[in-house]
């Protein structure tokens, strides 16, 4: 807990950061303060972010199909069954499988996601991979949904469920990553059966309507002080009951065969499946979020020169050194070279 003075020394950063994509309400007594947010502060900042992100999507509307833009705005995702042509997807397939390249993982629960960075290195040893993410299309649905001509983080991903006795994986409540849009994608390299832990997401939750804004007033006024972790550091949790009164369609449970790709807007709710047994789930994942009330398209800074394929090398790095200096936590450790399937060692 900061103490008084501390609190008004930072209160011009406090302030600052309302300019941007910051989003924890535990964290920045401004963002959280309950009065502010029965005021309307939270949801002026999302009526804004909104606003910014429809300005940009209308200026990339050529980057992907009219009928993909439909389904976007429909349901807050697009869905690609047999995205790659079946030569294409089994070089994918074979060269991910074979590959062995620095790792790291972060327990949720009695879960655990690894993550292989695709960086300019590991992609020199992909081709086939590296073709994928360079291509127009998986390029221009990502920036699509994202809003941006962003250069999106893209890694190897494997989801093991039930390797601890834990509770359950948060990820597997309902949520909204944060206040404005942001993408994520998902191009899954193995069946996903419904007892796998399959994405799952609510059509159409990415819209704003009345009731939505309502709930977002309601929510803010009180996450600060949130027994729910996720929840209070700005994204929030909500019932599958709440979803109903909300006036959203059933959750979609994306039970999908291999080289199926999803886009999606995380503003929208979404979770993680339960498992019901011990599975193994691999996933090409990539994923973007810049600040959302920016006006311009790009100069992203994963993009530029020495940054561009060392985005996430770099990230970890810095995290790392945060955390040695006791400024920052860094969930995801190393866990030396290893390949995406290898199964894992089960601790914590």
């Not at 439909?70 to 995205?83: M, Q, S, V, W, Y």
């Not at 997401?201 to 804004?213: A, C, D, E, I, K």
């Not at 369609?249 to 199926?260: H, M, Q, Y």
């Not at 973007?288 to 060392?310: E, H, I, Q, S």
Request: hydrophobic fraction near 45%.
């Amino acid at each position: 807990m900061q103490s008084p003075r501390l609190s008004w020394l930072l209160s011009p950063l406090y302030v600052a950061a309302l300019a941007t994509g910051a989003k924890s309400f535990r964290d920045n007594p401004v963002i959280g303060s309950p009065a502010l947010n029965r005021a309307g502060l939270h949801v002026k900042r999302v009526r804004l972010a909104n606003a910014m992100v429809e300005r940009r999507r209308k200026r990339l509307c050529a980057l992907i199909s009219e009928d993909d833009r439909a389904a976007f705005e429909r349901d807050g995702f697009i869905l690609k069954p047999n995205f790659l042509p079946p030569a294409e997807f089994a070089a994918v397939k074979r060269q991910v499988l074979s590959f062995r390249g620095p790792a790291r993982h972060q327990f949720q629960g009695d879960g655990l996601t690894r993550r292989i960075a695709l960086d300019s290195r590991a992609l020199r040893q992909l081709p086939a991979l590296r073709s994928l993410v360079e291509s127009p299309e998986w390029l221009g649905l990502i920036r699509y949904v994202g809003s941006f001509m962003l250069e999106p983080l893209v890694y190897i991903q494997t989801i093991f469920s039930q390797v601890r006795e834990a509770p359950p994986d948060p990820q597997t409540r309902l949520h909204a990553d944060a206040f404005h849009s942001s993408v994520k994608a998902w191009l899954f390299l193995t069946d996903v059966a419904a007892q796998d832990g399959p994405f799952i997401y609510v059509p159409g939750s990415h819209r704003l309507t009345r009731r939505r804004l309502a709930w977002e007033r309601n929510a803010s006024t009180t996450a600060a002080r949130s027994s729910d972790f996720q929840t209070a550091r700005g994204s929030l949790r909500i019932s599958p009951q709440a979803v109903r009164r909300l006036g959203f369609a059933a959750p979609k449970i994306f039970e999908v065969p291999e080289n199926t790709l999803v886009v999606a807007d995380t503003l929208g709710f979404h979770a993680r499946g339960v498992s019901t047994r011990a599975s193994v789930r691999l996933e090409i994942w990539a994923y973007g979020r810049r600040n959302p009330f920016l006006p311009w398209l790009g100069l992203d800074l994963a993009a530029m020169p020495l940054v561009k394929g060392r985005a996430v090398p770099l990230y970890w790095s810095a995290v790392d050194i945060g955390e040695k200096l006791h400024v920052a936590s860094n969930p995801w450790r190393r866990i030396g070279v290893t390949g995406p399937a290898a199964p894992p060692d089960g601790g914590g």
